[in-house]
């Protein structure tokens, strides 16, 4: 099993998430194996990121432990409207650099290693050196680790780019 050292952990996953009680069992023995430790990210969407977020305030935990990153998608249309998609993409790479997750979990039925908002966090995370974990269904003792040869060489080398500008902290 996997030992996280400061509890770190990025939820991510489909906007259309049916099952909010993984989420919540899966977070619920990760806050039994590193208590007060834990510190919960995630994107501020729906479905599973709602999740997340719901069980991080049922629980009442801090700003600290529970850190959140909204897109104002309306504002970014209006302010950005050739280039508002990459609003997502920006926000997946700010979670990772400012927040050093150690294990994204991904929550997907449906998940694509060629496209969507989960499969680029995923990819982003796995070219940063951090595991995931997807959790493809309702069942929290079914899942897999995700590896990068499952992404688009095209894909992978695009977005190992951005992250590099990003890291060198070149907006473009």
Known sequence: MLELAKGRVLVCGSRRWPWPSTVEAVLGRLSDRYGDRLVVIEGAATGADAAACG?????????????????????VKRERPQDWRMAGPERNTQMLLQESPELVIAFHDHFDPVRGGTSDMCLRALLSGVPVWLVPGPDVQVGAWLRLGIFPDVRARRVRGELAA???GDPG
């Open 166 to 168: 990003a890291r060198a």
């Open 55 to 75: 069980w991080c305030r049922s629980l009442g935990l801090s700003d600290e432990r529970h850190r959140c990153y909204p897109v104002d998608w309306t504002t």
